[in-house]
């Protein structure tokens, strides 16, 4: 059974919030920092076509994945509420829910790959060697974004319960993971621009293995049982999912 978060008291609120904050700031810079590193690989190619691929894919990305915040965001404020009545039931199944939207969500996203990928690459010009680029990178990267999503309440889950190390780690994880793919698939096997998202797309799936064992160890097997009948029976629950899509609508 995972630890209940107790109230600060009036003297040590103030660390606690510094490290909150620095976590919130990390977890929003992990969407552009993937890009970021994408980049400064392919900036050091010999032929410029892939680096500007990348940054016109990346562009796409950005606004597609951001346009789903809300799913970081309404899980944090939801998962403080629980927190602060001391439902500890609650506070798992804000998680489960959120993760169900997520990955819902994040099958769409791959079901639609082909019309977002048209409609993204016709609203940005570029000469036809340098929109192939970006398409392979787009083709490899979209595949992660079941995990972009799902990770996106991840960290919102434990901010929400104050536990800024866990999204610290994650973070860490995520762009690390990047990193060393990015060497790995760029440098090492000449991949260029999907290689670049191939990295990307694999480095979130092991950002969200990190997070699925973080979930483990809190407890997840221990409270899963009770979740059914919290679910799918009771009336509140059913109130509860609506008002989770109207604030995530919001």
Known sequence: MSERIQPQSSQNWLPSYGRLAIANILSNLMVPLAGIVDTAFLGHLAD?????????????????YWSFGFLRMGTTGLTAQAVGRQDQTEVWLIGLRGGLLALGFGLILILLQGPLRELGFALLQADADVLASGREFYNARIWGAPAVLLNYV??????????????????????????????GFIRQLGWASYGAGLATALSQYLMLGLGIGLLWGRGVAFNAPTWGDRVLSKKRDWEALKALFRLKRD
């Open 48 to 64: 410029i076509r892939h680096l500007a691929g990348v940054a016109l894919a990346t562009v796409i990305f950005n606004f597609i």
């Open 154 to 183: 991840l960290l919102g889950w434990f901010l929400g319960q104050s536990q800024g190390s866990q999204v610290i780690a994650l973070s860490v994880v995520g762009n690390g993971a990047n990193v060393v793919l990015d060497y």
